[in-house]
């Protein structure tokens, strides 16, 4: 048959996208329609995506604009589209994905296929002890600031879908919501758009990827969409990066962050030399020097990541939330069904180097669990040191029920 709209979309791939979008979960939009209500009418809602899209008649509705806690006492916006809108632009995504996936360079690890910021934060590590100095750079309100003109400049060079584009260009004009006013979109890309990272990245690739490896071949990087780190053999050859890295940002229509952007000293127990900074933060990790163990036994001092503490008061902030103590109709098993899939996330990652940083972790867990035994147990109400027995007796009969037990030498409630 031939078809009658103006864009050839294909159906599966509308399913294939709302299935990716069921599974990243995510809240109500503007419309304040969750996931479950879209499914109520699951075959009539994608059917409305597809052939509206088709026809080229699909406007973005306003994405709504959210503040969320830094855990430094700041804020950053968040922008939710609809789950419609979630679902279209999922669409284009994986239309595009595989074009732009291989002209990206592989120091970019931010939201790629088979890409993590373990990976970064593993290759950064090795990187560190092979070279003296890094340029650590934070770019200011990137997400909100991105030119569209530019942007679309990178798209057009690869892109050459006429639907394609002009969905990427509705999206970059759609209006913002905040706290019930719709406010036009001068620039960026909301951060929370499911076609955002890959835009940024694109962004980024030609603004700073392709631009460091034409200018200081000798420089290595790794960047996790506008987190980046670039290692350098010499302090000169570091200050003179960061200048040119100011300079190429600027004309890119960006900032660096004056107080968080910086030159560091990768200082340990063979390189000696003294440098105002001597330590940065990388995707949750704290770089520094520090006692290490080798595998014969003997210590050394390395320049070695650890889980940073912006990141244990943001997990710490998190645990207090919880308010565990309240949670006296909950059973052990029920809370540990509740709390096991955060903590394995938190010990996965966070334990992956130096592991010992993620005890405090734990032993906060327990803290909570034995005040939930004291409120939950008259027995125990009146003595923390009886609740404390009774938890570790828990953990000897049953030491696998929370994730938080398995780690080695960590004991309960230290």
């Not at 890309?189 to 940024?200: D, R, Y």
Request: hydrophobic share 35%.
């Amino acid at each position: 048959m031939i078809s009658t709209k103006p864009f050839d979309i294909p159906k599966h791939t509308v399913w294939e996208a709302y299935k990716r979008v069921k599974a990243n979960k995510g809240a109500a939009g503007v419309d304040d329609q969750s996931l479950s209500e879209f499914d109520r009418n699951l075959s009539g809602n994608l059917f409305k995506i597809w052939n509206r899209m088709s026809s080229g008649s699909y406007f973005p509705p306003a994405v709504k604009r959210v503040e969320i806690s830094k855990g430094d006492g700041k804020t950053r916006p968040l922008g939710i589209p609809t789950v419609s809108d979630r679902i279209a632009q999922m669409v284009v995504k994986i239309m595009i994905e595989p074009e732009l996936e291989v002209h990206f360079d592989n120091d970019s690890y931010g939201y790629r296929p088979g890409k993590s910021a373990l990976d970064a934060v593993g290759l950064a590590r090795q990187r560190c002890w092979q070279y003296d100095w890094v340029v650590d750079i934070d770019i200011q309100g990137f997400f909100d600031n991105i030119d569209h003109d530019l942007l679309m400049k990178a798209v057009c060079k690869h892109i050459k879908c006429k639907w394609i584009i002009l969905y990427i260009q509705r999206w970059l004009k759609a209006p913002v919501e905040i706290d019930g006013k719709c406010v036009q979109n001068l620039s960026g890309t909301p951060q929370g758009g499911v076609i955002s990272p890959i835009l940024a990245n694109l962004f980024l690739h030609y603004a700073l990827d392709r631009w460091v490896k034409k200018n200081f071949p000798m420089v290595t990087f790794e960047r996790y969409a506008d987190d980046a780190i670039y290692h350098c053999r010499f302090q000169s050859e570091a200050e003179q990066l960061k200048k040119a890295l100011e300079a190429r940002l600027e004309e890119c229509k960006l900032k660096l962050h004056p107080e968080k952007s910086k030159v560091v000293y990768c200082r340990d127990g063979k390189r000696s030399g003294s440098y105002v900074n001597q330590q940065f933060d990388f995707l949750g990790y704290t770089f520094r020097s520090r006692l290490v163990k080798a595998k014969r036994g003997n210590f050394f001092v390395g320049f070695n990541p650890a889980m940073s503490k912006k990141a244990q008061g943001k997990i710490s902030e998190q645990i207090k939330g919880w308010k565990m103590q309240l949670w006296s109709n909950q059973s052990l098993e029920s809370i540990a069904e509740l709390i096991n899939p955060k903590t394995r996330g938190w010990i996965n990652y966070y334990g992956k180097y130096q592991k010992s940083s993620t005890y405090k972790i734990a032993n906060q867990l327990d803290y909570a669990l034995v005040r939930w035994a004291k409120r939950k147990f008259k027995k125990l109400k009146t003595s923390k040191t009886k609740a404390r027995e009774w938890l570790a007796g828990v953990r000897a009969r049953q030491p696998n029920l929370y994730t938080h037990w398995q780690l080695s030498q960590q004991k309960v409630v230290q």
